[in-house]
Structure formats: C-alpha cells, structure tokens
C-alpha cells in the first residue's frame, strides 16, 4: 500500500513538479478570461480533430450512382446500350445490331400474326414488338416465370433448335376467349396444378399460328420451315444449347381486350448461323454480287462495243520445218471449194459460219445460220454463287 510521501516521490520523478505553465501562467494563477481563452483553444483544437477524419473517409454513394455504377437503370429500354459492371459481363456477347434484317423479318411477324391470331380467336387483337435482346443461354432460362411452357422449336432447313415460351396469362386469357370466359381484365390463375390437356392443346395450336407466321416472315429472306419437337413446363428439360452460349431473344406482347400476355423466342446464334449473311442485309431483297441495273447498263454497254470478227476459210497444221524452208513460189493447196462454208469467230469463239463472196473490189461474207448459242450463261453464274454460299 502507498504511503502519503510516495505521491510526491512519484511527481518528483515523473518531473511533474517542473512543469511549465500554459501561456506562460501557472494553472493557480491563470484568471478567468485566461481560462475561457484556453477553454476556446482546446474545443478548436478538438474539433480540427475530429473534421479531418471526416474529410477523409469515403463519399457515400447514392441509390442513383449505385444503379449507374452496376449499370442498372430501370428506366432504360432494352436496347440501350450497356454501361457498368453489366457491360463487362456481357461484352462477350454479340450485339444483335449487327443482324439488321431480323429486325425487318420480325416486323413482318408482328403484321403476320396480327391478323393471323385475329381470325384465330375471332377477337381483337393487338400483336407488337417489345424487344429484340442478346442474352445467355443459362440466363434466359433462370429468368422465366413460371408457371409457363416452353416449346423446343426446330428449324428443319437449318438442322438445329430454338425455343418458344409463352407465359401463363396469355395461355389463361386465350382459353377464355376460346371457350367463352369472362372478359376480365386479369385472367384467373389455378395455382399448384399443372396445365390441363385441354390447355395444352390449345396453347400448341396458337403456337402454331406463330410458327407459320414466323416461316412467312422469313421465307422473302431464307426459306425455313419451323415445326414443335416437344412442350414442356420446367426449364431444365428444354435446354438446348449450352448455359454460357449466346441468342437472340425476340419479345411479342399480345393484347386481347386489356387482357393478354407475352411470347418469347429464343433463337441460339447457332441456329441462325446459315442465314448470317442474309441477316446482315439492311432491306429485304438487297443482294450480295448480282445487281439488276448494273447488269442492265453493262448489256448495254456491251451491245454498243466493237469487235473484230474473223473470217476462216481453212486451217491445216504444217511442220515446222516446211514453214522455215518456205520460199517465193510455193503452193498450199486448201482442201476446200471456193462454194464451201467460211467460219466466223471472235477471238477463240466461233459465232456461225458464211459463204465468201464479194461486193465491187471487197471481198464479203453472208452469214447463213443463226449464231450458235453460247456455252456459259448466267445459270451457271448462279448455280457458282449458290454453291459459294453453301460453303
């Protein structure tokens, strides 16, 4: 236990005693006016200190620089361009830009099947393009909503698969337009049951329609042929192509009287790989090599151009040592008659033949059979471009 005199043993060593005063004042002596000025020294003092760690620590993010950040903006449609985190996961990904026509192709679907599911369903109904997306394969198919049913498409002249998805309240607001239901504006679901047959069959008939629609729309284009492989309800039995591969995703929203719902179809890059240069197009109808008023004006051209045109009477092969020892008064004896035929010919092609004649001091030729037809034409020009484009 401490003793009285250890304290003042203890300030002694410590150097307490010795201490200067604040100011130059000794605490004992200071005077009020002192004690407010040092009372205001150190509250300045402390709050320098604690400001600077203020200054330094990080700017909190808002919601908005968050979004912007991570690319995420719920206000943007899908065909914005991607910024953030989002566009360095998705930079592998092709930009379905670069494939002009199949937006043209799909407008025409949307016309097509306009009408089409008009006659279908004997009501008014209004068929339009949400979006035309690039996705992933693995993606696409955690994102579907179910219940649903997807159907494994497969496009017969292309030799591979695509997949078309139709959401629950349009398979419910078409069976009660089909069957006489309730026009209500949100069709009634059954939740916890599978889809009955008779909802089955009659969402694989509207697929149908669509089917056929879609092979319309791109027959100006390519001709395709798209038939249903199978139907199913849980996504893992339609995989169809690898989680990390790349398509096209082509949203169609169908409206029914306030009531309808949304088709999707899925087309792999893969699928649509055979058509890629016809996709590239930018109308319908543009081609690639064979221009109609350039061939027109080059006919034209070449109708109007002068050549020279030969006159054979007789060819006859001779060695070459007879040729060399030639001289002045020699004689070739041509096996032929002076009433005998005289080909015609440009350069190597020979064109038709004639009877040598002559008019005052020229000599002539009258043509006596029609031209003789010629050996490439311009089916074989396009049998080479069809065998080009298979390659």
């Not at 002596?29 to 600077?52: D, H, R, V, Y």
């Not at 669509?210 to 027959?219: G, M, N, P, S, V």
């Amino acid at each position: 236990m401490a003793t009285p005199d250890e304290p003042d043993k203890l300030s002694e060593d410590w150097g307490l005693d010795d201490e200067k005063p604040l100011n130059g004042t000794s605490p004992a002596s200071a005077s009020p006016a002192e004690e407010e000025q040092m009372s205001a020294e150190w509250e300045a003092m402390l709050a320098a200190e604690t400001k600077a760690p203020a200054e330094g620590a990080d700017r909190v993010l808002n919601q908005d620089e968050i979004d912007s950040l991570l690319g995420f903006d719920p206000n943007a449609g899908a065909n914005v361009e991607l910024t953030g985190v989002q566009a360095l996961i998705n930079s592998a990904l092709v930009s379905y830009e670069r494939l002009p026509m199949l937006e043209v192709v799909f407008d025409r679907v949307v016309r097509l099947a306009t009408t089409s599911l008009r006659n279908f369903t004997s009501d008014n109904v209004e068929v339009s393009l949400d979006s035309i997306s690039s996705v992933r394969f693995g993606d696409y198919l955690n994102s579907i909503p179910l219940p649903a049913i997807l159907s494994v498409i497969k496009a017969e002249e292309w030799d591979n698969f695509g997949l078309l998805t139709v959401d629950s309240s349009l398979i419910y607001s078409m069976i009660d337009v089909l069957l006489g239901g309730r026009r209500q504006a949100n069709a009634m679901r059954v939740e916890g049951r599978p889809y009955t047959t008779i909802e089955m069959t009659l969402a694989r008939r509207m697929i149908e329609v669509i089917l056929e629609d879609t092979h319309r729309a791109f027959e100006p284009v390519t001709p395709i042929h798209f038939k249903i492989e199978r139907m199913e309800t849980n996504p893992r039995f339609a995989a169809i192509s690898r989680p990390n591969n790349a398509a096209i995703l082509i949203e169609l929203r169908i409206e029914m009287d306030e009531r309808g719902g949304k088709i999707e179809i899925l087309l792999p890059y893969a699928t649509i790989e055979p058509i890629r240069e016809q996709m590239l197009q930018m109308y319908m109808g543009e081609k690639f090599g064979r221009d109609p008023i350039w061939e027109g004006h080059l006919a034209t051209e070449i109708f109007a151009a002068d050549v020279e045109i030969e006159a054979v009477m007789h060819e006859m092969d001779l060695p070459l040592s007879r040729i060399l020892s030639m001289k002045p008064g020699d004689t070739v004896l041509f096996d032929m008659k002076p009433s005998d035929p005289v080909r015609l010919r440009c350069a190597d092609v020979e064109l038709t033949q004639g009877i040598m004649g002559h008019i005052g001091k020229h000599v002539s030729v009258r043509v006596t059979r029609p031209l003789n037809p010629p050996k490439v034409t311009m089916a074989a020009f396009e049998a080479l471009d069809q065998r080009t484009e298979t390659r």
